[in-house]
């Protein structure tokens, strides 16, 4: 398979972007969007790639989708924001009813509006702590929730992440969270379970007594974590430990909602209600918005009008394309589409594992899918710079292709659910091809 070219014009803007963009900004792909439509990316070469990232999980009803489009031209006739803290409008309050409506949760129900996931953690923890009257937030090794002087406190990788960005947010503590694929040799997972809840236990003896605890955020489904999965009791348990000590339970569903895993948000494989959820990405199909959906009561501690918001929150573009990306996931049946595509790729990368003994581990919910490369499966040992060169070679021959974990030697599949099996089966070529090279 030959690589994709790159003419002069890309080269110009690669320069440009080298000169005028600040390097720490991280490029997985250095080539020049022309246009994006479905699950393709087309550059100004006249280079397609197939899109296995969707922008980090954004692009779940696919770039550009047409219903999408229609309803934020219309949107633009009217209005490009007024600022709804200065005058409302219907998409932001259509929305937040639409959200309190699929959001988990036989109670009252309120919503705010925000601009990004980090945004959304912020002010979920802002609301925590107004209700609670408390401080602390516990997190879980290995977590993401953001790059903001707080939510990198709450996030557990420091590069690139935290690296040189200190002092951090106080008050912020991290709880050990299970990934069952490195457990200890020889012990069950029903034992490694009761183990990983003692842990949980003895944190809060240790480090940060419950009665001093606002909130614990929980992503259901690691996203950068490198997509690991907790057993459905470890959840539970957590839930629980929560109703009993007047912490509240916070879902951050920003890279796994939408019906990524299968369900309308991945909270919903495990039967646990969350007091409150964090939400983003694909929201609004590549519009910034993001949101904090749950209890009524407590949204509404925040009692002070002004005390949550922002100048562009909700804005009425992002409403309008939510609320199609809403009907869209609905119509065209993305949930049940998500749980399809996740079995097309586990079947291929099982396969793979047979081949090549440098597969570790497959995991996923719905089509949230990572596969974990290790030198080789009895030491386990992670292999970061085989994952490097797989991605490069990927993304080098028409494949839109990310990495994630810890360590950095998972890939993540976060393709649109739009796509077709025609393309993910020739990104899983690619794939193969990269195996066979490397």
């Known amino acids: 398979m030959k690589e994709l ?27 020049i969007a022309a246009e994006a439509k479905g699950a393709l990316v087309t550059d100004i070469d006249g280079n397609a790639f197939i899109d296995f990232a969707g922008a980090i999980g954004v692009q779940n009803v696919g770039h550009c989708h047409p219903k999408v489009i229609k309803a934020v031209k219309e949107q633009l006739e009217h209005f490009i924001h007024p600022g709804f803290n200065v005058m409302m409008y219907p998409g932001y309050i259509e929305l937040c009813k639409r959200l ?49 002087n707080l939510t990198m406190s709450m996030t557990s990788k420091v590069k690139p992440y935290k690296f040189g960005f200190g002092p951090f947010a106080p008050e912020t503590y991290k709880a050990p969270y299970p990934y069952d694929y490195r457990k200890p040799e020889g012990i069950s997972s029903e034992d490694y379970d009761e183990t ?14 419950p009665e001093l605890v606002a909130c614990i ?77 749950g209890k009524a009561e407590m949204i509404d501690s925040c009692g002070l009008k002004g005390s949550l918001g922002g100048t562009y929150c909700g804005s009425p573009i992002a409403c309008a394309a939510a609320l199609a990306v809403l009907d869209i996931i609905e119509e065209e049946h993305l949930i049940e589409r998500a749980e399809k595509i996740g079995a097309i790729i586990e079947a291929r990368a099982e396969e793979w594992a047979d081949t090549y003994h ?13 596969i974990e490369f290790v030198k080789d499966k009895q030491s386990k040992e992670p292999d970061k710079e085989l994952v490097k060169r797989l991605v490069t070679y990927c993304n080098q021959h028409g494949l839109l292709l990310l990495d994630a974990g810890l360590k950095g030697n998972c890939i993540r599949f976060l393709s649109p659910l739009t796509i077709t099996e025609v393309q993910l089966n020739q990104g899983l070529a ?9």
């Open 100 to 148: 309190c409506e699929i959001v988990p949760g036989e109670f009252a129900k309120k919503a705010i509006l925000l601009n990004s996931g980090a945004e959304a953690v912020e002010n979920a923890v802002k609301i925590a702590r107004a209700y609670t009257g408390r401080q602390a937030v516990v997190t879980f090794d290995r977590a993401f929730h953001g790059r903001t």
């Open 5 to 31: 070219l790159e003419g002069n014009l890309t080269k110009k803007w690669q320069d440009k972007r080298d000169r005028y963009v600040a390097s720490a900004v991280g490029n997985g792909n250095r080539h």
């Open 430 to 438: 690619i794939i193969e091809d990269a195996l066979n090279s490397i």
């Open 358 to 370: 440098s597969i570790g581990d497959i995991r996923r919910l719905g089509a949230m899918v990572a």
């Open 217 to 293: 955020v929980m992503e259901p489904v690691q996203g950068e974590g490198g997509f690991i999965i907790p057993s459905k009791r470890f959840v539970k348990y957590v839930r629980d430990f929560c109703t009993e000590h007047g912490i509240v339970f916070i879902a951050d569903e920003i890279q796994a909602g939408f019906a990524r895993t299968g369900k309308m948000f991945s909270i919903e494989h495990f039967d646990v209600v969350p007091d409150l959820m964090t939400i983003s990405k694909s929201i609004a199909a590549g519009f910034p918005l993001s949101g904090v959906v």
């Open 196 to 209: 990983m809840i003692e842990q949980f236990n003895d944190f809060f003896l240790s480090q940060v007594s």
